[in-house]
Structure formats: C-alpha cells, structure tokens
C-alpha cells in the first residue's frame, strides 16, 4: 500500500467519527498584535458529508486540512498573482493559507457494478491549494490556486471502501466506471462586503452579506452571487464558516481571544452559480469517461451556527442544493463541519 493512500486511509476514520461521536484562507487574515503571546498558525479540519442528512449519493464526502499562515506576507508568486484583483493594492498584509483536500462523487446506487448512463459517474478529487487576502470588518477579498489529480489516482475507491467498512456501510461496487486520471488547475477570486451592521462587541446583534466569485479551470468554472444573514452574540468580523469548493467560502481566519472570551451566532443564506465546467459531472475533458449533462442554474441554501472560544472555533453548515445535471432525481443535501484551534 503506497505512503499516500495509508496517509488517506489514517485521516478519513478520525473524520467519520466526527461525524458520528460514539484550508484565514489567505483573503482571511488579518493583521494581529506585534506583542500578543497567541499561537503562531491556525489549524483547521473541514467534513462535508452527506450522511448528515441520511443520504449517500452525488456529492458524498469531502475533507480538507489547512494552515493558516501567521507569515505577514504571502509568497511573492502567489502575492503577484493576488495584485492583478481588486481589492488586494490597497493592503500591505497578505498572509496565506496552505490546505489539501479530497472530494468523492458516486451515482445515486453505489451498488450497482453497471456504469449508469443518465446517473453522474464516479469520481475522486485529490488537491492542494494556496490562498490570500484580505479581511477587514466591511469585506473581504480572496484569491485562490489549486492543482490536483481527478481519477484512480486520487484513490476514491480505497477511501470510500475504507470509510464503508469502517461504519458497516454498503460497500461501493461501481469504482471500475470512475473518471481517468487527469490534473486539475483551479483558480479563484470571491469578494463578500456588509452592507448592514448592527452587531456590537458583547451584545446581540445581526449582519447582512452579499458575496460573488468566479472560478475558473477543467474541474469547475462558474460564477456565483448570493448574500447571508448573520444573528448572534458578541459577531467577530467574519463571514461565515469555510466551505470546500464550489460552494463560495466563508471565513477560515477566526482572532484567538482571552480564555474566557466567546462568541455565538446563527447563519442563513443563499448562493446561485452559473456553471460552464464541471468535470465531476461532464467528464474527464479529452477522452477519458464522459458524464451526464449539467444544469447550468445550480442553486445552493444553507444554514447553520459558529461557536468560537479562545483559541477554539467549532462550525456547523447545513447545505440545500438544487438538481445539478439532467435527469437527476432528487435535490441534495449534505452537513459541512469545521474546528479550528490557534496552536
């Protein structure tokens, strides 16, 4: 068994129990105190799984693991490339953030061996992205890249079957279909602004948000609008919890307060993408598996609640999307859950 599927193998059981008890990224960070004693980095996990709503199909399951860097600066190549967006000019600090990430898509019947025409076809995503930004209490800006390998390469098969052992699941039969190996390079730009603040330092208050984004690149390209409501105690400048691609983020970068110090809030809102690429969907580009034909309007609603204390934050996104290729049966929906600690 190769280093690379054992490292795969040894992360995904931790996050289904995460799951089931018994990647700010760069664009997210802010300047913080030259003489403050806080933890050098943040560390964050990220989950999104459909088995939070009792599913197992179309997008199932996706993980991710980044450092957001306490460096006051981004790499110079990656600070190049931010400069050529809005918003990035006026800013002197531009930390960053490192993750890697891995996504699995299956049909609707995973115990099928037949490769289902009209059904999207297997598929595992495997990649790494680099981040920055900028984070202030009216907006953000974020930039962000990406390479990966999409197909046997990313070793769906081995994660899935593993995680399907693991809880007593039904084990996948379909991997043979599965899209061919192929690199995926991504690039990135969202921008989010508060158009109405009325949140004071330990009080009660609420926010309102609007965001918009494009992606480009073979795996997915899109552009996305939608807006969010914040309601909560004592709301830190962020803007929501982080979601893993194509869903536009919200905040990784989260201020490590006193011990003692917390903060609470809900959230809810509502994101429309127009997609021209999807390769989990469509296919690998040349050659390769073909896939089923997509939606081009793919709306997502999501809601949930973000609870930070001291050097800790846990987040819980619950996601509604509507039907993402012809044919598909149903909507999809899926949890997304993310902890963070300053360490």
């Known amino acids: 068994m190769s280093l690379l599927t054992r490292f795969s193998s040894a992360c995904f059981p931790i ?20 003489g403050s004693e806080r933890a050098p980095a943040i560390w964050m996990v990220e989950y999104e799984n459909d088995l939070f ?26 600070e190049s490339v931010a400069m050529r967006f809005p918003g990035f000019a006026e800013h002197d600090v531009l930390p960053y ?7 699995i898509y299956t049909p609707a019947n995973i115990e099928n061996p037949s490769f289902p025409p009209d059904d999207r ?34 070793l769906g098969r081995q994660v899935q079957k593993y995680a399907h052992e693991l809880i007593d699941s039904p084990i996948p039969v379909g991997w043979d279909t599965q899209l061919k190996n192929e690199p995926t390079l991504q690039l990135a730009y969202d921008r989010m602004r508060r158009f109405l603040d009325r949140a004071e330092p330990d009080q009660v208050g609420f926010d309102l948000s609007w965001l ?15 807006g969010f409501l914040r309601l909560g105690h004592n709301l830190p400048d ?7 691609s194509p869903a ?13 110090d917390s903060s609470f809030y809900f959230f809810v809102g509502a994101e429309g993408r127009q997609v021209f690429r999807d390769m989990f969907l469509q296919g690998n580009s040349f050659g390769g598996v073909s896939g089923v034909r997509i939606e081009r309007q793919v709306g997502e609603y999501f809601a949930g609640a973000v609870y930070t204390r001291g050097v800790f934050r846990l987040a819980y996104s619950h996601v509604w999307r509507t039907r993402e290729f012809i044919g598909q049966p149903d909507d999809q929906s899926y949890g997304a859950l993310s902890f963070s600690v300053w360490w």
């Open 248 to 260: 536009a983020s919200g905040s990784s970068y989260f201020r490590a307060e006193g011990a003692q």
């Open 15 to 34: 996050l289904v129990l995460l799951a089931h008890p018994p990647e700010a990224p760069a664009g997210e960070e802010s300047e913080r105190d030259r």
């Open 53 to 78: 709503a009792g599913e197992d199909r179309f997008y199932t399951s996706g993980i991710r693991f980044s450092r957001i860097a306490e460096a006051r600066e981004a790499p110079s190549w990656l």
């Open 212 to 226: 918009a984004g494009i992606t480009a690149g073979n795996a997915h390209s899109h552009a996305t609008v939608g």
């Open 97 to 103: 953030r490192l993750s890697i990430g891995h996504n």
């Open 121 to 154: 076809p297997y598929a595992a995503w495997l990649y790494s992205q680099a981040s920055t930004g900028t984070l202030h209490s009216q907006g953000a800006d974020r930039v962000r890249i990406g390479l990966g390998i999409v197909g046997p390469a990313a």
């Open 238 to 244: 962020d803007y929501g919890p982080p979601r893993i």
